[in-house]
């Protein structure tokens, strides 16, 4: 539908994306997000309850997984070395992405239909200042493949701020799938051993993760920088 020419159906459409959309976020964020956090940091008592669940468990911990990707106060790694915990490194990793994926799709569609306003609602003007080189960029693939890989980027706010760039959706799944597997991967190897009380992998991951976290760290601002140089001069 051509917005020029159907500006008032057009309006309708922003409003019911951005009232359905704000609505099922306030909804499930007041119901569901404390319980959801409190549940995941215990991972054995999240398995117990996953396991009572049966087939369905799955499918719950995938649901979760999306909330996490739509809600910003579930923390990400609670959830995901839960899913380790409970179904093993290579059935958390696969539901955790599954997830992500699920979460991520409604988040780009939401944002691409409804804009700025879904964006503002949950990005604050600090952060969409600091990434707003992404938009209407053509070197966008590059730049987020690379925000993605760094630790301490805000992934839920790049994905919100997906949707407004030029960058098409299968083209976007893919590069969150590729630079989000290697962390999913690692939250669950983690729960996995944990499960397993095989401590030693678990002490030797975390111990290089904050060595390549703090350097992340100190290093996102510049890429970040040299990204902003990259759009401007290009």
């Known amino acids: 539908m051509n917005a020029q020419k159907h500006p008032r159906a057009h309006l309708v459409v922003h409003v019911l994306v951005l009232?359905?959309?704000?609505?099922?976020?306030?909804?499930?964020?007041?119901?569901?997000?404390?319980?959801?956090?409190?549940?995941?940091?215990?991972?054995?008592?999240f398995r117990t309850y996953i396991d009572g669940l049966g087939a369905a468990g799955p499918l719950y911990y995938i649901l979760i997984q999306t909330a996490h990707v739509i809600i910003v106060v579930i923390p990400g790694e609670i959830v995901q070395i839960a899913a380790g915990y409970a179904f093993g490194t290579f059935l958390g990793t696969l539901y955790s992405l599954v997830g992500i994926i699920?979460?991520?799709?409604?988040?780009?569609?939401?944002?691409?239909?409804?804009?700025?306003?879904?964006?503002?609602?949950?990005?604050?003007?600090?952060?969409?200042?600091?990434?707003?080189?992404?938009?209407n960029s053509p070197k966008s693939e590059i730049a987020m493949f690379v925000l993605f890989l760094i630790p301490g980027v805000p992934k839920d706010a790049l994905?919100?701020?997906?949707?407004?760039?030029?960058?098409?959706?299968?083209?976007?799944?893919?590069?969150?799938?590729?630079?989000?597997?290697?962390?999913?991967?690692?939250?669950?190897?983690?729960?996995?051993?944990?499960?397993?009380?095989?401590?030693?992998?678990?002490?030797?991951?975390?111990?290089?993760?904050?060595?390549?976290?703090?350097?992340g760290i100190l290093a996102k601002?510049?890429?970040?920088?040299?990204?902003?140089?990259?759009?401007?001069?290009?």
């Not at 009232?19 to 008592?45: D, N």
């Open 159 to 215: 994905i919100y701020i997906s949707g407004l760039t030029p960058v098409k959706h299968w083209k976007f799944l893919l590069i969150c799938v590729a630079a989000r597997f290697p962390g999913l991967w690692g939250s669950a190897y983690i729960g996995a051993h944990l499960q397993k009380k095989g401590y030693l992998p678990v002490w030797i991951l975390p111990g290089v993760a904050p060595v390549l976290f703090a350097a």
């Open 102 to 135: 699920v979460g991520t799709v409604i988040v780009f569609f939401a944002t691409r239909l409804a804009g700025y306003t879904v964006v503002r609602a949950f990005i604050s003007p600090r952060t969409l200042k600091r990434f707003d080189f992404l938009i």
């Open 221 to 234: 601002d510049a890429i970040i920088n040299r990204l902003h140089r990259i759009r401007h001069s290009g």
């Open 19 to 45: 009232a359905v959309f704000l609505g099922g976020v306030i909804y499930v964020s007041i119901k569901f997000g404390p319980a959801i956090t409190r549940l995941m940091s215990r991972p054995e008592r």
